[in-house]
């Protein structure tokens, strides 16, 4: 089995720096895009978020526990 290549994305996070993630996944829950990625620099640095408004925030708290409690159980399309 062939392993498809990470796909590589640059985000510019509140400061304009520009930052570069390995994206892991995309998935839709209750009509919501998320997307984990990963820090390219710093493999510990993961973050989940999701599409607002064209843009793309991060998600913490509770909506985090929620979004990754449903990619466990395979609910996220």
């Not at 984990?36 to 843009?55: A, I, K, T």
């Amino acid at each position: 089995m062939t392993e498809e290549p990470s796909q590589q994305i640059t985000l510019i996070d509140e400061s304009g720096v520009e930052r570069r993630f390995t994206m892991h996944d995309a998935f839709d829950l209750e009509d919501v895009v998320y997307y984990l990625v990963e820090d390219v620099e710093d493999p510990s640095q993961v973050l989940l978020l999701r599409e607002n408004d064209g843009g793309l925030e991060t998600v913490d708290g509770d909506e985090f526990a929620r979004v990754i409690a449903a990619m466990e159980t395979d609910k996220a399309e």
